[in-house]
T-cell receptor
Framework: NAGVTQTPKFRILKIGQSMTLQCTQD?????MYWYRQDPGMGLKLIYY???????DKGEVPNGYNVSRSTTEDFPLRLELAAPSQTSVYFC?????????????FGEGSRLTVL | KNQVEQSPQSLIILEGKNCTLQ??????????LRWYKQDTGRGPVSLTI?????NTKSNGRYTATLDADTKQSSLHITASQLSDSASYIC????????????FGTGTRLTVIP
């Protein structure tokens, strides 16, 4: 059982370049999330999805886009990369928002924009 | 405003010593509170969950407490080990909504030999 898988683990981008961070989960979870974590800061929500075809903005969505065409996949697109997007990105999933739904995280993708 | 605050921001202790991490929250209506452990370079992993009716719960050397009246939780680590060096994140769930999770900024624990 792989859980939540993120790729790539590391990436260096030049200012203005674009890229997609991939996230896939094999737990048949409905809810998926993208967070960014800056040094010494907490996790901030970028985008989330409650199921295929449904996405919504989180706290810091500017400069990012997402799609959710399947239950398993939730890619995060960075358009026109900026130094402010240098961060560690975590994808997470959970079954739903009720009960004691545990968040399962990927291992993170470290992005540097130069 | 729903907020989660953790203290201290960082902590250094000697191996074998005990320590206590604090989490205060203003999330309402409250559903549950989770403590996550995040090793360096890894994603957070759940340690324990506290619901409204629970006061204390243990998971090995980790003991979490919850005071729902004062909206405070603590994570006590007994007989610390080098492998306990990590960030500990408090996450509080509100009762409804997909975006119902509120994160603390974490406590960075370093255990030294």
């Amino acid at each position: 059982n792989a859980g939540v898988t993120q790729t790539p683990k590391f990436r260096i981008l030049k200012i203005g370049q674009s890229m997609t961070l991939q996230c896939t989960q094999d737990m048949n979870h409905n809810y998926m999330y993208w967070y960014r974590q800056d040094p010494g800061m907490g996790l901030k929500l970028i985008y989330y999805s409650v199921g295929a075809g449904i996405t919504d903005k989180g706290e810091v969505p500017n400069g990012y886009n997402v799609s959710r065409s399947t239950t398993e996949d939730f890619p995060l697109r960075l358009e026109l990369a900026a130094p402010s997007q240098t961060s560690v990105y975590f994808c997470a999933s959970r079954r739903d928002s009720g009960g004691n739904g545990e968040l399962f995280f990927g291992e993170g993708s470290r992005l540097t924009v130069l | 405003k729903n907020q989660v605050e953790q203290s201290p921001q960082s902590l250094i202790i000697l191996e074998g010593k005990n320590c206590t991490l604090q989490c205060n929250y203003t999330v309402s209506p409250f559903s549950n509170l989770r403590w996550y452990k995040q090793d360096t370079g890894r994603g957070p992993v759940s340690l324990t969950i506290m619901t409204f009716s629970e006061n204390t719960k243990s998971n090995g050397r980790y003991t979490a407490t919850l005071d729902a009246d004062t909206k405070q939780s603590s994570l006590h680590i007994t007989a610390s080990q080098l492998s306990d060096s990590a960030s500990y994140i408090c996450v509080v769930s509100a009762q409804s909504g997909a975006n119902n999770l509120f994160f603390g900024t974490g406590t960075r624990l370093t255990v030294i030999p």
